[in-house]
């Protein structure tokens, strides 16, 4: 027994008693005549104070730890005669009888403070150090409290936690594999799931009903900033549902998680369809904390001899409402906001309704005032508002505006971090094309079921038909996205012709999910959570990389362990591997 | 909605309720007038009436809906009128009113039942039908439930759950890794964990005190039976703790999965050094729910001209207590099985304690009844006794005894499945020499610390330096074990030194963790429970297949999803792989 409290749990009540503390050195403090040390451990802080005349060697001792040093100490409560009231121990102070060093500490490369004068690679390499901070532990306990509180909500609601396995089989459709290979079965490889989704759907078959997993899953992709390779998931599933109840279910289960950690109740969750996201705001995860829906102008700008406009087969604009009195200089950084290769316009028109009445725009020899305010009415612009205008192909310029509009709300400081505005998008198009192959993609996953009516269009006009699938959004974050599956094996089979999987290759990856739904698969649907994502959202930040113990950087590198890395001569020959431009 | 009750709630309570239930057909039996559907789901089996009076064409189609089946019935509950007292729902049946074919089923391989007639094989490659049979079912929500209850458990005791990585880095020490090629860092690989040790140290060093982790651990070992390439730990690890620490809360954890799931109440943990283990029970891991102690007979049983004994470094009984009526036949199987190469004795002696006072034995021509009676003293053997006795090297023999007491216990019933003998086993050796290559092995690994004292061994004679090593031990089956870990960098240094790593290896493997020592490390310690064991020990079985819901066969194939495989063309060329003996 190294103690008999721990640092953060001493009070005034306490006086008198003899305890035992041990923890790091936050901090030493040495007055002349005494000297003060802030013991630190996960629950607290701690004061410790050694006094040169009561005992002069232990008093030297002390000044000799240095920060960072774990050290023992026992001594007596006492009711300190200055208090620091922003301590939770602030009341006590205690006065030491004993020191033991139990490990000595070199001057660490960063500060172990909230704000740290640390870089991202440094702190990277030594994340043991960098998780000693404040935020990360404050950020690690949340982390632990929503994973424990999900576990807590789906079992009382009948949710059993099943664990699949990590290693599995390769499936070329979507994102790309992490394949381990094997040993015992030479040039064969295991790979590890980006979902356990035929899994959970196998258990539905199994008649598990209620399904979760708080799992980890892995994708080989090329790193954007804030994805991990690996990430982890809330994956559910549930036997005998309609949407409703996925959405009743799981809305009752984000709830929970921000009422029980951060003590938040949710707004009502809008429900949106698809198609309105992307009209209204762009996007098919809008952040509905604040509004300044996009305005399809295109019908009331042409006809005004501005030949962009003219040509343009989209045009549409955002009210800033309040921005009027942007300068020049301002409206030229939104300019380079939207030109910047990720948005993609060509350039962006502004209108000013000044205060006094007046309209000054980018377009003026165009369109007369009294013109322009009839033609931009739908914005709905007031004296002080600025309207902001991007036209161009439909789909880029609606993703371009809904940027635009994220970025307005950034500098309107309209997306707080304590404001929580959840919502379903639902009615997504089973199918999108892409561009460069003609080729079908699931927009969801190819095991989702078309909305009820819809089932006929996959053969006839694929793109028409609407997904089961439906995502919930929250402050702009996609949170979690599911679908109702398909459980029969014609539609199942009608999909894969659609995504142009030949009747061998859906065998030969599928085959045992078609085959399970020979055998009485129940009607069945679910939903999986970014857990990261989501603990970096109830916490009110937007990297996530706060909310792993030991991430990875955007190259997909441990800095601290320093993998990926070269392996020994014998485990290649093992995996009867060699790499490619091996001439031996 | 696809139903209103599950199919195990309905009770006579409900008489005259509309409800509508879901699930699949148990078995249907067709009584001529009537039709009655066994309906079942994860929750009961709910007895449906059809009445071919009442409604012919329903009950038409009800005698169509095979066995598995998936469908939906709306009706009336009514009570029954020769009620089942087997079935918790069977006071009452459904009076069907509307029947729909959710999904129809082909007959399955095999009956779900639970007792099926499908083979090993055939019901891995159905997993998702054999997951449908009772047993199945019960085993998966009682690991949900342990898995829940540790949570609960170690979260109240302020443990924090925190995910480690699971791309890491391949260390050759110990168990041979899964490793994963890396596509963005040509030749380089991570490993998947063979557990979280580091990490969970290193979380130690970081301040999080206490921690905790269920989590997936990945050994790519030759399998023998009833082993998984992947399998589930609880991982555990506090800091500023002793032995005594560490053993309490976790006998405390033990002792409340125990309770909550299967409401027994484990009787008081015994402590037993490994040497005393091993001397009297043969194994590190003894069964304690029988006796049958191990007695050294080797200064006794000399000096009697008997050549074997003579000659035999170590002589050893065990007294099988009320078996001397065994045959001649019972005798030779035993003596067959001490003789199987995995168990090892070259022969064995038996000597018979009659009910008549009479002694018989293998060896009579070398001793005489009195003589024998008072060398076997010790075996307090009775009339009516049977003493085994092995002879050889000491520690093959103490384990082929180990072995043969625990077949005893099998023949005598002494390991009943709903008995529980739990014991820390304690004080194990810091190190085992390997024979073949003299080499010194971590007999836990190499982080662990010597007990209090024994330090300055591991230079001077590191196979006499024991461990402050435990293991919980319950019914012979190892649950956990672990260590108060090694803080400082000087001893990590001395043990590396002792297991013949070169510093150069030290500081590329385990770098990070020896520097991470330099910043101030607590002293820590923890534990690892094998979860699939600890899942099938508390339901009585001794197979961990049936706990996990796909499990791999013993050659570390899923047969169901026929893993592992072969990957893609480009999946090779991506990872900059090619096969040893490609030629091209």
């Known amino acids: 027994m190294f103690r008999t409290n721990n640092c953060g749990e001493l009070r005034s009540r306490n006086t008198g008693e003899k305890v035992t503390l041990a923890g790091w050195v936050k ?14 451990d996960r629950y607290g802080v701690t004061q410790i104070a050694f006094n040169m005349e009561v005992n002069a060697e232990l008093c030297e001792k002390a000044r000799k730890t240095g920060r960072e040093f774990v050290i023992q100490v026992s001594g007596e409560v006492m009711e300190r005669s200055s208090k620091n009231k922003d301590l939770p121990t602030g009341d006590i102070e205690i006065k030491a009888e004993s020191l033991e060093i139990l490990s000595a500490s070199e001057t660490p490369p960063f500060t172990i403070e909230n704000d740290t004068d640390g870089g991202e690679e440094l702190r990277m390499k030594y994340r043991y150090l960098d998780l000693r901070r404040d935020p990360l532990q404050r950020s690690l306990a949340l982390r632990h409290k929503l994973a424990l509180e999900t576990r807590k909500f789906l079992d009382e609601q009948g949710f059993l936690e099943i664990e699949t396995p990590y290693l599995i089989k390769s499936t ?34 199994s008649g598990y009903d209620k399904y979760f997993q708080i799992v980890r899953c892995f994708r080989d992709e090329d790193l954007r900033a ?17 949407r409703e109840d996925v959405l009743q279910t799981f809305e009752k289960l984000a709830r929970h998680l921000l009422s029980s950690t951060i003590e938040v109740e949710l707004p009502e969750f809008k429900r949106m369809p698809y198609a309105e996201a992307m009209e209204k705001y762009g996007s098919d995860k809008p952040d509905l904390r604040f509004n300044m829906p996009i ?23 955002i009210n800033a409402s309040g921005c009027a009195g942007y300068s020049r200089k301002d409206l030229d950084k939104l300019t380079d906001f939207v030109k910047r290769p990720q948005i993609g316009a060509k350039g962006m028109v502004w209108v000013k309704y000044n205060e006094d009445g007046s309209i000054k725009s980018a377009i003026d020899k165009f369109y007369g005032q009294d013109d322009l305010r009839e033609r931009l009415a739908k914005t709905n612009a007031q004296p002080g508002d600025l309207v902001l205008i991007l036209s161009g192909d439909k789909k880029p310029m609606q993703k371009a505006l809904g940027e635009l509009r994220l970025e307005m709300g950034n ?35 190819p095991f989702t079921s078309p909305v009820a009516g819809h089932e006929s269009l996959l053969r006839s006009e694929p793109e028409k038909a609407l997904a089961n699938a439906y995502d919930m959004v929250i402050n702009g974050v996609e ?9 029969d094996r014609d539609t199942q089979k009608t999909v894969f012709e ?30 999986a959570f970014g857990f990261d994502r989501l603990a970096a959202l109830t916490a009110g930040k937007d990297s996530i990389r706060d909310f792993i113990a030991f991430p990875k950087n955007n190259a997909g590198r441990d800095l ?23 001439e031996k």
Not at 411 to 439: C, H, I, S, Y
């Open 27 to 40: 901090r030493s403090r040495n007055l002349g005549g005494m000297t003060f040390i802030d013991l630190r």
């Open 295 to 317: 305005h399809d102008l295109t019908s009331e700008m042409k006809g005004a001899d501005f030949k962009v406009f003219d040509n343009a087969p989209y045009i549409a604009g």
């Open 479 to 487: 949170i979690g996205g599911g679908s109702i599956r398909i459980h």
């Open 560 to 582: 601290m362990i320093d993998s990926p890395a070269t392996i020994a001569h014998e485990q290649w020959n093992e995996l009867r591997l060699k790499p490619i431009d091996d």
């Open 498 to 527: 659609a995504l142009n999987f030949t009747d061998d290759e859906a065998q030969k990856q599928f085959g045992f999910l078609m085959d399970a739904f020979k055998y009485g698969a129940p009607p069945h649907g679910g939903i």
């Open 172 to 205: 070329p459709e979507g994102a790309r594999d992490f394949v381990v290979p094997s040993r015992m079965h030479e040039n064969q490889f295991y790979a590890l799931p980006q979902s356990p989704q035929i899994f959970k759907q196998l258990l539905m078959v």
């Open 411 to 445: 500098r309107l400081n309209l997306r707080k971090p304590d404001d929580f505005a959840p919502l379903w998008v639902v009615d997504f198009p089973m199918f999108e094309r892409d561009d460069e192959t003609g080729q079908l993609h699931a927009m969801h996953h």
């Open 226 to 242: 804030d994805r991990q390779p690996e990430f982890t998931q809330i994956d559910c599933e549930m036997s005998f549902v309609e």
